[in-house]
């Protein structure tokens, strides 16, 4: 897997596993849905992708784009 597929796989469950948590528990989980979508739309605008450096130091690899986040 590279770290785009990852930043990609790891984004969805955290805002399927949060859209669920606030439907079951508590409405304030979609804070965390709200918090994804503003980091991913930050990497989108600026390049900088936190999560897909802390994949990449946990082995993922580059893929041959280059990008440094796969959104």
Do not use: D, H
Not at 11 to 38: D, H, N, Q, R
Not at 39 to 53: D, H, P, R, V
């Amino acid at each position: 897997m590279t770290v785009e597929r990852g930043v990609r796989v790891l984004a969805g469950s955290f805002i399927l596993i949060s859209l669920g948590l606030g439907y079951f528990y508590s409405p304030y989980w979609y804070l965390m849905t709200t918090f994804v979508g503003l980091n991913l739309l930050q990497s989108g605008i600026t390049g900088w992708c936190l999560a897909a450096i802390i994949l990449q130091k946990l082995g993922l690899r580059q893929s041959n784009s280059g990008a440094s986040c796969g959104i």
